[in-house]
């Protein structure tokens, strides 16, 4: 994938606001107080809190990008997760295709910013900024996949 310009990162950009947000705001909450077990707790809290700070990035990366039309940085519609009556094992297994999928969006940006002639929409110094956050915003997405799956054996293991 290449982008043509500003408006074409920013858009993907904006699908993974969309999804730090709804995981920074009630999906999680709603998990970490259905879980049943202290263990998974733990886990669902760092990924909240690690999640609000993926969506400042985001923010920033956005910011980064100049448009072809003016963008303001708009309120983004939250992706919706439902966790009600599931069991931890379900709520994992939920989870780690989320984080799997931000890891892969995160990376497809990042490989599509190197492939791509930025200069007509990023300046040099932002490109290897940008670059550099989402290798990792990369890093900490499979790390998360990492933790789901390890509680995910974990839940399988007591059950």
């Not at 919706?80 to 297994?93: A, H, L, R, V």
């Not at 999928?101 to 490989?111: D, H, K, N, Q, V």
């Not at 998360?144 to 007591?158: D, E, F, K, L, P």
């Amino acid at each position: 994938m290449v982008f043509n310009t500003g408006d074409e990162v920013v858009a993907l950009l904006e699908k993974a606001l969309e999804v730090e947000k709804a995981f920074e705001a009630s999906a999680q909450w709603e998990a970490y107080v259905a879980a049943q077990t202290g263990d998974f707790q733990d886990t669902l809290f760092q990924m909240m809190s690690e999640s609000q700070h993926h969506k400042t990035m985001c923010e920033q990366l956005i910011g980064k990008v100049r448009t072809v039309h003016p963008f303001h940085l708009k309120d983004v519609t939250p992706r919706e997760f439902n966790f009600k009556g599931k069991s931890d094992q379900e709520i994992m297994q939920e989870l780690k295709k989320t984080e799997e999928l931000m890891a892969s969006t995160y990376r497809r940006i990042r490989e599509a910013i190197i492939e791509s002639d930025t200069s007509g929409f990023i300046d040099p110094a932002d490109r290897e900024e940008m670059i550099q956050m989402l290798d990792f915003l990369v890093g900490q997405e499979e790390m998360h996949t990492r933790m789901v799956s390890s509680r995910m054996g974990n839940v399988q293991r007591i059950r």
